[in-house]
């Protein structure tokens, strides 16, 4: 496995119109053993930032576009500094260059805080390839849903809630992770106190219905899924019907077919939900993870 690529990038001011020299000049590769933060940076003391997970696929970055749209929208959300749009691609492009030409990786991109409120932000980028051959996207996985202790649409009335940002503030999926584990379940699908689907931990949530594909609406906290909109396009050439729209908990056991869907693993069918089979289209699921990796 090749080692894992870390990326400093000092950062330039969003409406910057720097020149390829400059934006070079900003990125700055180290040792994957070389400190980078210090104990007082408030992402590692508050997990007050943002990140996204890009996946890579026979050298090429999937979705960087819509990845660097909603690093942009979850910055905004949390009043950190705009990130300067083509310094970040370029900074893509340099860990791919990095990582192997073939295989699957990820590319991680990190914004915090930093140390000083008023001061610039930390940024970095991480290259990792990708050992896993994901066994889930074939054997799928088992869910359990988990309130996730709110409302469906908190995010209208308690911005500050921060839900529809992809911030460092993970805990909480973790947590329900593990009690997914104990639960004898792979993973969660989380739900509203008013009986909403929502998603899950690292993923978005995908249910066939027929012709249809339905997801849940981004504009009652689900963050947007890049790999969501990716297959939903791609679904869409194949004929079928695609919405967006509120989904109430027991859609999920009631459809033709259900996934959970992110960048890295793409595509696992969900097989089970609280302990209860449901059916599977391991056809679909198939040429929905060859597109993605087309």
């Avoid at 908190?154 to 805990?171: C, M």
Wanted: proline share 7%; charged share 20%.
């Amino acid at each position: 496995m090749t080692t894992p690529q870390v990326l400093l990038l000092d950062p330039l001011p969003a409406d910057a119109d720097a020149g390829d020299e400059a934006v070079l000049a900003s990125l700055r590769f180290v040792p994957p053993t070389e400190p980078i933060l210090t104990a007082f940076d408030a992402g590692a003391g508050r997990g007050d930032g943002v990140f996204e997970t890009v996946g890579v696929s026979g050298g090429r970055a999937r979705g960087i576009d819509a990845h660097l749209a909603r690093l942009e929208a979850s910055a905004l959300k949390l009043d950190l500094p705009a990130p300067n749009l083509a310094q970040w691609r370029r900074g893509v492009d340099t860990v791919l260059d990095a990582l192997p030409p073939t295989g699957q990786a990820s590319i991680r991109l990190v914004i915090t805080r930093g140390t000083d409120p008023a001061g610039p932000p930390t940024c970095w980028l991480t290259g990792t390839p990708v050992a896993s051959d994901f066994p889930e996207r074939t054997d799928g996985i088992r869910v359990v849903m988990l309130s996730r202790g709110y409302a469906n649409d908190v995010g209208e009335d308690a911005p500050w809630l921060l839900v529809g940002a992809k911030t460092l503030s993970y805990a909480i999926n973790m947590a329900a992770l593990r009690e997914a584990k104990r639960r004898g379940a792979d993973d969660v699908v989380f739900t509203s106190t008013d009986g909403f689907a929502l998603e899950g931990p690292t993923s978005s949530l995908i249910l066939r219905q027929g012709n249809t594909l339905v997801t849940p609406a981004i504009q009652h906290g689900i963050l947007a899924g890049t790999t969501q909109a990716d297959l939903f396009n791609f679904l869409e050439a194949e004929g079928f019907e695609c919405v967006y729209r509120k989904i109430s908990a027991g859609e999920l056991r009631r459809s033709d077919a259900a996934w959970l869907v992110s960048s890295v693993r793409l595509a696992a069918p969900i097989t089970a939900v609280d302990g209860t089979a449901i059916p599977t289209d391991l056809d679909l699921t198939a040429r929905m993870n060859a597109a993605l990796l087309a």
